[in-house]
């Protein structure tokens, strides 16, 4: 069964903070066709996550991969989003969720992050 991957970014009241995730999120789908990339918020935008992952679910996927877009992992990952996701696995039966590392931990986006500094 495919897996979808839901890029999960924050949220802003700002519109243009969304821009280069839409971005990522197109390029991502654009480099790889064959699968399933969906840019999601945890707050203030649409799609959620919980919304995403529901309609996803409700067209018969039932493996998900979340990476959130953020830089570190605090709060938000560390307590709402497990909480979220035992909520939506417990609504939602036979459903699968692997949440990746934040992207900002990566050793190549602290390398890319050093670069950019220089």
């Known amino acids: 069964m495919p897996e979808v991957q839901f890029l999960l970014a924050h949220g802003s009241r700002n519109p243009q903070w969304r821009r280069p995730f839409e971005v990522i999120a197109a ?3 654009a480099a790889q066709p064959q699968r399933r990339i969906m840019l999601c918020y945890l707050e203030m935008w649409a799609p959620s996550l919980e919304d995403a ?7 018969g996927l039932r493996q ?3 990476s ?3 830089w570190s992992s605090g ?3 560390q307590e709402d989003l497990p909480a979220l996701v035992a909520q939506l696995q417990a609504e939602l039966p ?5 949440i990746d ?3 900002g931990e990566s050793e190549l986006i ?3 992050a050093l670069q950019a500094l220089q």
């Open 53 to 59: 992952i529901r309609k996803t679910y409700t067209a």
């Open 101 to 103: 590392d934040p992207l």
């Open 94 to 98: 036979g459903c699968e969720i692997v």
């Open 27 to 29: 390029r991502l789908q």
């Open 64 to 66: 998900y991969r979340i």
């Open 110 to 112: 602290i390398c890319a």
């Open 68 to 70: 959130p877009i953020f």
């Open 75 to 77: 709060r938000h990952l």
